[in-house]
């Protein structure tokens, strides 16, 4: 298996190295990350008899949703507990790999709807007004089709969405209103990024649209670079924030996140 998806498991490897070290888990001599990678080798292993089905993608988040479902099997729960939860360990760390991935692009997609012009937003509403004109929004909406954006296949962003979540929070920042920020040339309003809680880079293990102005936090410059980039504590203490306020939406959106996967698309550890 390992030599199946060479490239692919070095990656992996090398991901978890860095995990470990940042998070100061381990020694350096403890080789955790060769424990996680042989791990996930008999995983792969484990499921291609189990199901019938041969991995072709490593790196993708289907293969990871067809591998999850496994874990609630009982041969899985026994290898799980004999093996002293390593393998569940390593499952947390391959998801958090495949979403850190996609996350490095979050910040760039992000930042394109924020700056959409006003022109943006009425070819948008032209468009969505011939698709679904009859559009209920206490409707759970579908994911949306992937659109083919600067040579990748990523899911549709809705300019309308981000304009609903700024105007809720009244172009305030959602951590503190108090933030400063300042007025935005192009439409004379507090100048706010928006950023989807739980991000656009899953949306692949949804099947409502993560694309909804419920999940879209409006954030101040500082605090949106922060929750991408800032170190695991204070960006859990973000997460944890804007989570806790949006649970029971999540539950009536049939959308089911815990916080530890949250933690997990953010790689906190
Ligand atoms: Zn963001
Ligand atoms: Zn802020």
Redesign the pocket.
Known sequence: MKERFQAFFDEFYNFANDLSEKAGLVKKTSNKAGSYRNYLAFIFVLFEKNSNIKISEPNSLETYQLIRAMVDNDTFKSYNKNEHYYPSATLKCYIAFLSDQRMRE??SY?MMINNASEQDLIKEDNENDVLNSEEDNDKIKERRKKILLNGRLIYQRSIKEVILAKEKFEWKCEINPKHETFIAASNNKPYV????VI?MAVQELYESSLDISENISC?CPTC?RK??LAKSKEKGEMIEYLHSSRKEMYFTKNINVKLDSLFNYYNIF
């Open positions: 979050e910040m992000d990024e928006a950023h989807h991000p954030l949106h929750i991408h």
